[in-house]
């Protein structure tokens, strides 16, 4: 392609986008026209504009254009999102170029580390926006970690734990084993994987001498994970499975490691996966643990949170848990307890952030209680007073909402908003916005004054946030019933990806309805966040491909603005 000599983008493209702000054009203010409002959905601070961020922005840049070119007050916020896993991946990344460890600083001292990395870095996207011609109204840029929506998050947090919406409760989560965190079920990408099943048997308790085990009766168990019989605390046969009827009330040894432990009967095992038999790994495996539960079972966490093995596990101490399953699927064929491998394909999940596989674990966490919540905002999209478009995914938005779990909200980093819990030295602990407050309520809770008291190493999952965005960049929690927030929410419309319609757009639109009902009282139409949800498709290479860098089929794209310019 052969540019004119005449017409250079670069330097057309600066000089008229300095002309409008200049001239203020983007700007908006509360006057008697009709508001028309869009809120960026907030990008990563980490974030390099990729070709999902143009195609998203341009739409967003169309329909505010539009509006102002009917003469409505049109108003686009941008914004960026603090990303505590990314946003900590990538200070952890310079503090080691540095030959600095994490784990040698405080926590302060790591935090003025990361302001430090998000003063140089974190505005980067958004002016990569500004190349690409958008016009958002830039006095008007929101940081999830400005001081007040900072606030308005802890006090959003206070008020759904006094609601008793928000409590603490050791439960299986998914853990990331690279970023050291616990990750949202909607944080977990499963992909389809070629693994090994293994064979393994155990020998049965039938009373007689040990050396004499390999004379003795066994059971077989098939696992893709046969890492974990460390841990395990129980074998499980359906009750009507006539293969194991003799085995019912009898115990088996773990391989290698010759932990006596029971055999039990559950309807809720498929006879004819594998063996029909199940090894129960309680801490490691959710359904085991709700048997475990349901039979009273021994716990065992055999994991430490890098994905290594600990002492429980007796054997392999200190080891990474997929070195481990090559050494003990060769400890366990040496010592004659491997009968048989067989290749085989099955979904295994995978960080969203760190691609790290992802590890089940019991822990305790922060949860929301969603069911209440939810209930207003699947009726507000069933009854299409927010309209999606395309319409196919008020089914997708349906699905989610009527299987809703518990938000773990939780997560195991220092950069982002800590959670206002504070604990005495028995563990004990109170919610409060600051230490004072703390030790005044655990006066009154606990009839002790002037408590040691230290708070919650913890800090609250990034869509915490994001889930009060469409109000808090007005200030509707930290200035309520303030005019702006009056004049512009509800928003008009959400520009988004699908992946993330129960991440974000099914929490924003809970959100509005729990905090909006103040600001609008008589209102309830005015609580949603947005009246309609547009969502964008994904941009493909000629192979049909999601474009992304991993796979180095999108191009550069600010390389392209500077050759051939925005348009």
């Known amino acids: 392609m052969e540019l004119s000599k005449n017409y250079l983008p670069n330097e057309i493209e600066a000089k008229w986008y300095q002309h409008w702000l200049d001239k203020n054009y983007f700007n908006s203010k509360p006057d008697n026209r009709?508001?028309?409002?869009?809120?960026?959905?907030?990008?990563?601070?980490?974030?390099?504009?990729?070709?999902?961020?143009?195609?998203?922005?341009?739409?967003?840049?169309?329909?505010?254009?539009?509006?102002?070119?009917?003469?409505?007050?049109?108003?686009?916020?941008?914004?960026?999102?603090?990303?505590?896993?990314?946003?900590?991946?990538?200070?952890?990344?310079?503090?080691?170029?540095?030959?600095?460890?994490?784990?040698?600083?405080?926590?302060?001292?790591?935090?003025?580390?990361?302001?430090?990395?998000?003063?140089?870095?974190?505005?980067?996207?958004?002016?990569?926006?500004?190349?690409?011609?958008?016009?958002?109204?830039?006095?008007?840029?929101?940081?999830?970690?400005?001081?007040?929506?900072?606030?308005?998050?802890?006090?959003?947090?206070?008020?759904?734990?006094?609601?008793?919406?928000?409590?603490?409760?050791?439960?299986?989560?998914?853990?990331?084993?690279?970023?050291?965190?616990?990750?949202?079920?909607?944080?977990?990408?499963?992909?389809?994987?070629?693994?090994?099943?293994?064979?393994?048997?155990?020998?049965?308790?039938?009373?007689?001498?040990?050396?004499?085990?390999?004379?003795?009766?066994?059971?077989?168990?098939?696992?893709?994970?046969?890492?974990?019989?460390?841990?395990?605390?129980?074998?499980?046969?359906?009750?009507?499975?006539?293969?194991?009827?003799?085995?019912?009330?009898?115990?088996?040894?773990?391989?290698?490691?010759?932990?006596?432990?029971?055999?039990?009967?559950?309807?809720?095992?498929t006879m004819d996966f594998g063996t029909g038999a199940l090894k129960v790994t309680p801490a490691h495996d959710i359904n085991d643990y709700n048997l475990a539960k349901k039979h009273n079972l021994e716990v065992i966490d055999i994991m430490n949170g890098d994905g290594t093995l600990n002492e429980a596990a007796q054997l392999y101490i200190g080891e990474d848990r997929m070195e481990v399953r090559k050494k003990i699927a060769r400890a366990l064929e040496e010592d004659g307890f491997l009968e048989k491998t067989e290749d085989y394909k099955n979904q295994v999940g995978f960080s969203e952030r760190t691609d790290a596989i992802v590890e089940p674990r019991l822990s305790l966490q922060w949860w929301v209680s969603m069911k209440s919540l939810s209930e207003p905002a699947l009726n507000v999209v069933v009854e299409d007073k927010i309209k999606f478009y395309p319409p196919k995914y008020k089914n997708t938005y349906r699905y989610w909402m009527e299987n809703i779990r518990d938000w773990c909200i939780s997560r195991q980093l220092w950069w982002g908003h800590r959670i206002p819990a504070w604990y005495d030295t028995q563990g004990r602990f109170v919610v409060a916005e600051n230490e004072d407050d703390a030790k005044k309520i655990f006066n009154i809770q606990y009839s002790i004054s002037n408590a040691q008291l230290k708070q919650d190493e913890d800090v609250l999952d990034t869509w915490f946030s994001s889930w009060l965005w469409p109000f808090e960049v007005f200030k509707g929690i930290s200035n309520p019933g303030n005019e702006e927030v009056k004049y512009y929410y509800p928003t008009n419309t959400l520009v988004t990806a699908p992946e993330i319609i129960f991440f974000w757009v099914a929490r924003m639109i809970m959100a509005g309805f729990e905090y909006m009902k103040d600001t609008f009282p008589n209102e309830p139409d005015k609580w949603k966040p947005f009246k309609d949800v547009y969502f964008t498709g994904i941009v493909r290479d000629k192979l049909g491909r999601k474009m992304s860098k991993s796979l180095g089929n999108s191009p550069d794209l600010l390389e392209l603005i500077d050759k051939y310019g925005a348009d």
Not at 43 to 70: E, S
Not at 77 to 106: C, F, W, Y
Not at 139 to 158: E, G
Not at 209 to 233: C, K, M, S, W, Y
Request: hydrophobic share 35%; net charge neutral; glycine share 6%.
């Open 34 to 269: 009709e508001p028309y409002t869009i809120v960026i959905p907030p990008p990563n601070v980490t974030g390099v504009l990729h070709m999902g961020h143009v195609l998203n922005n341009t739409i967003q840049d169309i329909l505010i254009r539009r509006a102002r070119m009917q003469n409505k007050n049109a108003c686009w916020v941008p914004g960026t999102d603090h990303a505590s896993i990314a946003t900590e991946a990538k200070v952890v990344q310079m503090l080691r170029e540095r030959g600095i460890n994490k784990s040698s600083l405080s926590r302060d001292e790591f935090l003025k580390y990361a302001w430090e990395w998000k003063e140089i870095y974190g505005g980067i996207i958004l002016q990569q926006l500004k190349k690409l011609g958008c016009s958002p109204d830039w006095n008007r840029v929101n940081f999830t970690m400005d001081d007040d929506y900072y606030k308005s998050v802890i006090k959003v947090f206070i008020d759904l734990y006094n609601k008793g919406l928000i409590y603490r409760g050791k439960r299986m989560i998914n853990w990331d084993v690279k970023a050291k965190t616990a990750l949202s079920d909607e944080e977990v990408i499963h992909k389809e994987v070629n693994s090994k099943l293994y064979y393994i048997k155990y020998y049965i308790d039938e009373g007689q001498n040990r050396d004499a085990q390999f004379d003795a009766t066994h059971i077989t168990i098939a696992t893709v994970r046969p890492e974990t019989i460390l841990g395990d605390t129980a074998i499980c046969v359906h009750p009507n499975d006539d293969r194991y009827t003799h085995l019912h009330g009898k115990f088996a040894y773990i391989p290698l490691i010759n932990r006596r432990i029971p055999i039990i009967t559950d309807e809720y095992i």
